[in-house]
C-alpha cells in the first residue's frame, strides 16, 4: 500500500485530480444533443451571444447540471467513503444500506396515493425516505450494550433496505402509472433537473459536504477497531452518529436530485484508497474531487453514445464502472477494511 | 493457588457441559424450526376458497384419505404452490447461507453478488426483447444464474479466489447487470415492463411442474452433500490458513460449496424468480437462534417458513393477490430486526 506517500506527493495528486475535473466540468457545458461551437458557448456564458437559443441551452440547461452533476458526485463519493469507514465494511453503500430502497419507498407511495408527478415533488419524498431508513436502520443496529456495531449495521441496514423493497415493489405490482414513473426515477439521471431543483437540494448538500470533511480524523479512530479507537479517547457512538448523519444528508439528497446512482459511492472511495492509503485525511478530499469527476464524464459519454437521444448517467456508471472496478480489485490488493 | 487449581481440574467437565447443552440447543432448535415449517407447510394446503382441516390434509399428504374431493384439493390444486415454497425457501435459505459461510461475510447474499442478477439480465433479456413465457423464461434464468456465479468465478480468480474479492467483483457484476435490467425495463412497452417487474419480484406456485421436478432432485442431491461438508464449511469460516493447517485443500473445497450454493439458487430462482432477502436473513436467524452449530440445515428450514408464510399472507391475507416476493421482505425483515435488537440487549449480538 502507499502508506509511505509522502503529503506533498498526494497534494500535486489532489491538484491534478482537481485539474481533470476541471476540464470534465468544461466539457459538460461543451458537449450536448445540440451542437454548438465553442465560441458559441463561451458567447452564452458571457452573455455577449446573440443567439438566445444558445443562449437558454448553455445557461439553463447545460450548466445547472453541470453544477449538479459536482454537487451530487461529491456527496455520493464522500457518503461512499464514511458508509464504508464506520460499517469497516468494503461492501457498504447507500444500496445496500438501505437509504436508497427508502428513498425509493417513499417516492413510490408519493406517486401512488398522494399523485404527485412533479420531480420537485420527488425530491422531498426521497429526502424523507433516506432520513427515515437511516433513522430505522441505525435504532434498531444500536440496541444492546455494546451500539451499533460494523455487523449489526450492516444486517440492519439489509434488513430495512428489504422491507422497504417489499413496499416498493407491493405498490408498483397494483398500481401501473407508478411504475411507469419508477421506471424512469430509479435509472438515476441528470437529465430535465434544473434550476428549481438544484436549489431545493443545494444547502443540504453544502451542509452535508462541510460535515463529512470535518470526519477524517474520527474515521482514521474507528479504522483502529472499538476498544482502541475508546482508548484513544475516541467517543466512538457520538463519533459514529454524526458520521451517519453526514451520510443520510449527502445521500438523501444526492437521491432527491438524481435517483438512486449507486456506483459512484462503491467504486470511488476504493480508488481513492488505492492512491492515498488508508489515511482519511486524504481519502476524503480524493473521494470529494474523483467522485464528480467519474459522474459528469459518465454524464457527458451518455449524452454522446447514442446521440441525438440520450443515455441516463444510472446506465452508463453501472455499464463503464463495472469493468473499471472489477479490474481494481483483481489488479490492486484493495485494504480490508 | 488452591483456587486456580481447582478451577482447572473443573474446567473440562464446564466446557463439556457447555457442549452438551450447546449440542442439545441446536438439536431442539433445528426440530423446532422443523414443526414450524411443517405446520405452514399444512396451513398452506389447508387453507384457500374451500377450507379442509389440517388432520384431514395430513392423511391426504401421506395417502391415508379416502376422501377423492379432499385429495383433489391437497394434491392437484393446492400441493404444487406449498412444494414450491417448501423446496424453493429450503434452496435459498441453504445455498444463502453456504455463500455467507464460505466468503465469511453477512452480506454475501446471492441476490448482492450477482448470482440473481445474471437470473434477471437473462429472464428480462427473454420478456422483453423474444417475448418468451414460461418455460423458456425458468431456462434462461437458470442459464442466467450459472453464467452470473462462473463469471464472478473467473473474474475473482487470481492464483486462487479469496472470499473478499469474490465478493467484490461479486458487487460490481451486480450493479453492471442491473443496470442493463433497469435500462431494459425503462425502454419496454409498459405491459411487458409490467410482466418483467412481476417476475423480478419472484412469486411461487406459477411454475410448472417440470421445473419443479428439476428444484427437487437438485435440493435431494445438494443439501445432503452440503450437510456433509459442515466439518470442511466451519474450517473454511476459520479463514484460509487455520483450515489449511487442519488439512482442509482450500480452494478445491471453496469451489465445491460455492458450485453447490450456486447450482441451489440457480434451480430455485428458475421456479420462482429472484425471490428477495430469504437467502440473506435465513442464515442470520438460524444462527441468532441455535448458535453456530447445524445451522445449513436450520437455515433451510427458516428459508422455507419465511417463504410459506410469505406466500400464505400474499395468497390468502391480502385484498389483493400479490406476488409472493413482496412479502418475503416484508416477513423476514421484522423478524431480523426483532432478532437482531433482542438478542443484542441480552449482550450476545455480535
Known sequence: ?337 | MNTYAATLERAPAALRRLRVHRRRRAVLGTALLGAVAFALFVATLTVGTTYVPPLDVIASVFGLSGDPGVNFIVHELRMPTAAAALCVGIALGVGGTLFQQVLRNPLAAPELIGISAGASLTAIAGIVLFAWGGPAISLAALLGAFGGGGLIYALAWRGGVSGYRLILVGIGITEFLLALVAYLVARADIRDAREAMHWLVGSIGQSGTGELLALACALALLVPLALGLGRTLRALELGDDPARAVGVRVEGARLGLLAIAVALVAFATAVAGPIAFVALVAGPIAQRLLGAQGTALAAGLVGASIVLASDLVAAQALPVALPTGVLTGAIGAPYLLWVLATINREGRGG
Open chain 1, 1 to 337: 500500500m502507499a502508506l509511505g506517500r509522502s503529503n506533498g506527493a498526494l497534494a500535486a495528486g489532489l491538484a491534478a485530480l482537481l485539474t481533470c475535473l476541471l476540464f470534465v466540468c468544461a466539457l459538460s457545458v461543451a458537449v450536448g444533443s445540440r451542437s454548438i461551437d465553442l465560441s458559441g458557448v463561451i458567447e452564452a456564458l458571457t452573455g455577449s451571444g446573440v443567439d438566445s437559443t444558445e443562449q437558454t441551452v448553455v445557461r439553463d440547461v447545460r450548466v445547472p447540471r453541470t453544477l449538479l452533476g459536482l454537487l451530487v458526485g461529491a456527496a455520493l463519493g464522500l457518503s461512499g467513503a464514511l458508509l464504508q469507514g464506520v460499517t469497516r465494511n468494503p461492501l457498504a453503500d447507500p444500496s445496500i444500506m438501505g437509504l436508497s430502497a427508502g428513498a425509493a419507498a417513499f417516492v413510490v407511495l408519493g406517486i401512488s396515493f398522494l399523485g404527485i408527478t412533479e420531480l420537485s415533488g420527488y425530491v422531498w419524498l426521497a429526502f424523507a425516505g433516506t432520513v427515515v431508513a437511516a433513522l430505522l436502520v441505525y435504532a434498531v443496529a444500536s440496541f444492546g450494550r455494546e451500539g451499533a456495531t460494523p455487523v449489526k449495521l450492516a444486517l440492519a441496514g439489509a434488513a430495512v433496505a428489504a422491507g422497504l423493497w417489499s413496499v416498493t415493489s407491493g405498490i408498483v405490482m397494483t398500481d401501473v402509472d407508478a411504475l411507469d414513473q419508477i421506471r424512469f426515477w430509479q435509472l438515476g439521471s441528470l437529465a430535465g433537473r434544473n434550476m428549481p431543483v438544484l436549489e431545493q437540494v443545494a444547502p443540504f448538500l453544502a451542509v452535508g459536504l462541510a460535515l463529512a470533511l470535518l470526519c477524517g480524523r474520527a474515521l482514521n479512530g474507528l479504522a483502529l477497531g472499538d476498544h482502541t479507537a475508546r482508548a484513544l479517547g475516541q467517543r466512538i457512538q457520538l463519533t459514529r452518529l454524526g458520521i451517519l448523519a453526514a451520510v443520510t444528508i449527502l445521500c438523501g439528497a444526492a437521491t432527491a436530485a438524481c435517483g438512486p446512482i449507486v456506483f459512484v459511492g462503491l467504486v470511488v472511495p476504493h480508488a481513492a484508497r488505492t492512491i492515498c492509503g488508508p489515511d482519511y485525511r486524504w481519502i476524503l478530499p480524493y473521494s470529494l474531487v474523483l467522485a464528480p469527476a467519474i459522474l459528469l464524464a459518465a454524464d457527458v459519454l451518455g449524452r454522446v453514445v447514442v446521440a441525438p437521444g440520450e443515455l441516463e448517467v444510472g446506465v452508463v456508471l453501472g455499464v463503464l464502472g463495472a469493468p473499471f472496478f472489477i479490474a481494481l480489485v483483481r489488479y490492486r490488493s484493495l485494504a480490508e477494511l
